[in-house]
T-cell receptor, first 112, second 115 residues
């Protein structure tokens, strides 16, 4: 099955700086890559996703890039704020009836 | 529109017992997936149901089972509980399986503690 690796496991940045989280996947057939944010004690929430027919997608301060050749994708958060502090999970799926495989998460801390 | 509802929120069981967890998906969502979340292993896929049929299954022992009802509500059962089963069990729903079905919407989870 699919194997998703995520780095780093922890990340601390100063407020206002950028944060980058990287994931790699093993199955070249994967074509759907969502990112989830999980605040302490809360449910994971979808923040952005990308499909394999595009290389980059932006939503305000959040962007995701995808390199299909290298089989990696990244989450970029600019102008970080304390409320961005959470655990972020990447995931990959072959789409359709296939389930999501998650990375092990990155704990982001934004220092005021 | 109500979100994904999981009950109970917290559960304490002893080793050897069995437990049943419940999940009600978002209205209109026909696919329900279950994940186990632990600090060391992240989100591990258990199984996914669609139209009362198990479509996918993760690498968990047979003690973990599930089912889905005609109203799309789902239950998962863990028999002969072990200490290592202590985890947050998350249910997620999506509108359909197949096509551009999109990402999951998660429930708040059931935190199971086995003592």
């Amino acid at each position: 099955g699919e194997n998703v690796e995520q780095h780093p496991s922890t990340l601390s940045v100063q407020e206002g700086d950028s944060a980058v989280i990287k994931c790699t996947y093993s199955d070249s057939a994967s074509n759907y890559f969502p990112w989830y944010k999980q605040e302490l004690g809360k449910r994971p929430q979808l923040i952005i996703d990308i499909r394999s027919n595009v290389g980059e997608k932006k939503d305000q301060r959040i962007a995701v890039t995808l390199n299909k050749t290298a089989k990696h994708f990244s989450l970029h958060i600019t102008e970080t704020q304390p409320e961005d502090s959470a655990v972020y999970f990447c995931a990959a799926s072959k789409g359709g009836a296939n389930n999501l495989f998650f990375g092990t998460g990155t704990r982001l801390t934004v220092i005021p | 529109k109500a979100g994904v509802t999981q009950t109970p929120r917290y559960l304490i069981k002893t080793r050897g017992q069995q437990v049943t967890l419940s999940c009600s998906p978002i209205s209109g969502h026909r696919s329900v997936s279950w994940y186990q979340q632990t600090p060391g292993q992240g989100l591990q896929f258990l199984f996914e149901y669609f139209s009362e049929t198990q479509r996918n299954k993760g690498n968990f022992p047979g003690r973990f089972s599930g089912r889905q009802f005609s109203n799309s509500r789902s239950e998962m059962n863990v028999s002969t509980l072990e200490l290592g089963d202590s985890a947050l069990y998350l249910c997620a729903s999506r509108p359909q399986v197949g096509g551009r079905s999109g990402g999951y919407t998660f429930g708040s989870g059931t935190r199971l503690t086995v003592v």
